[in-house]
């Protein structure tokens, strides 16, 4: 069986959503299949008509070490909180070692001039420091 992770995220602008987690993941845009050196290439290699060549994109870890998240569109828009979100480090801090805070917001700052939407910010002793934000087309996530 095959134990491979992929993230699947709904959107109305899938290239647009995946540019923005790219940044947020430190990924970039999966190459395109073998054969082709582009995108554009590819998709019309396979006859794909231009107005559908936002249905769906896919970006991945540069290093290969994490889920490869596609994104594909749909016509209906988020109307609930989300039942599941991802909770994003800062690069370099271990798993358990104290959130550095200052960077922390520093970064929440950084998506949200990239079109994050700032939620709520928890500082707790009991549980941690992280801040809640929302992706531009709504979807809760944390950075922690």
Known sequence: MDRRLQIVVDAHDPRGLGAFWADVLGYVEEPPPPGFSTWEETLQGWGLPEDRWNDAYAIVD??????????????????????????????????????????????????VARGATHVREFDDPAQGFWIVLQDPEGNEFCLV
């Open 62 to 111: 540069p290093d290969g070490g994490g889920p490869r998240l596609f994104l594909q569109k749909v016509p209906e828009g988020k109307v609930a909180k989300n039942r599941l979100h991802l909770d994003v480090g800062q690069p370099g801090r271990a798993r358990g070692e104290e959130p550095d805070k200052p960077a922390v917001r520093a970064r929440a700052d950084e998506l």
